[in-house]
T-cell receptor, first 114, second 112 residues
């Protein structure tokens, strides 16, 4: 089944404790992206990647890191999480750069930073 | 800059009612426009898209027309069903499709 998976689905952590949210897709997509969803703000793009070793900032990259060492994986790293990073995070992928083509979204990761 | 503004919700309609969700945008260059739908507890799914002015996107009875003159991409459906209850997001992409901007979402509840 074609899908985007994220782990963990739920995470509660404390300020300053480094964490990684994994994202993997099995559709051989070149493009992958991370978003955060907050009430009243919709989805905002954090980082995106056009292919292996090619990443760029989205609208709200501060406090986040990403890497794209393999085509299928695009982890989101929070080196020193803060309470304002409490949010619902979505990973997405698509076949070509950005799109025109459909983005496929993962189920989301709900992060709480205390 | 780039941004999307969509009508505030929540919206509650009776089954078979007509639906309109307004969406307007500002963008540098020539964006592509999208409507995504999010069902409870799930990620977003593409509902429809339009890549140039006057294009009409359609899917599952939903339609939206890319209006460059009014910078709008309003979502419409002639007769909603209970199964259409979800949150709807208007979005645009720029920079050859690499950067995306989403609206705040409009929650729709359809009652029998």
């Amino acid at each position: 089944e074609a899908q985007v998976t994220q782990n963990p689905r739920y995470l509660i952590t404390v300020t300053g404790k480094k964490l990684t949210v994994t994202c993997s897709q099995n559709m051989n997509h070149e493009y992958m992206s991370w978003y955060r969803q907050d009430p009243g703000l919709g989805l905002r793009q954090i980082y995106y990647s056009m292919n292996v070793e090619v990443t760029d900032k989205g609208d709200v990259p501060e406090g986040y890191k990403v890497s794209r060492k393999e085509k299928r994986n695009f982890p989101l790293i929070l080196e020193s999480p803060s309470p304002n990073q409490t949010s619902l995070y979505f990973c997405a992928s698509s076949k070509l750069q950005g799109s025109y083509n459909e983005q496929f979204f993962g189920p989301g990761t709900r992060l709480t930073v205390l | 800059g780039n941004s999307v503004t969509q009508m505030e919700g929540p919206v509650t309609l009776s089954e078979e009612a007509f639906l309109t969700i307004n969406c307007t945008y500002t963008a540098t260059g020539y964006p592509s426009l999208f409507w995504y739908v999010q069902y409870p507890g799930e990620g977003l799914q593409l509902l429809l898209k339009a890549t140039k002015a006057d294009d009409k996107g359609s899917n599952k009875g939903f339609e939206a027309t890319y209006r460059k003159e009014t910078t709008s991409f309003h979502l419409e459906k002639g007769s909603v069903q209970v199964s259409d209850s979800a949150v709807y997001f208007c979005a645009l992409s720029v920079n050859t499709g690499n950067q995306f901007y989403f609206g705040t979402g409009t929650s729709l509840t359809v009652i029998p």
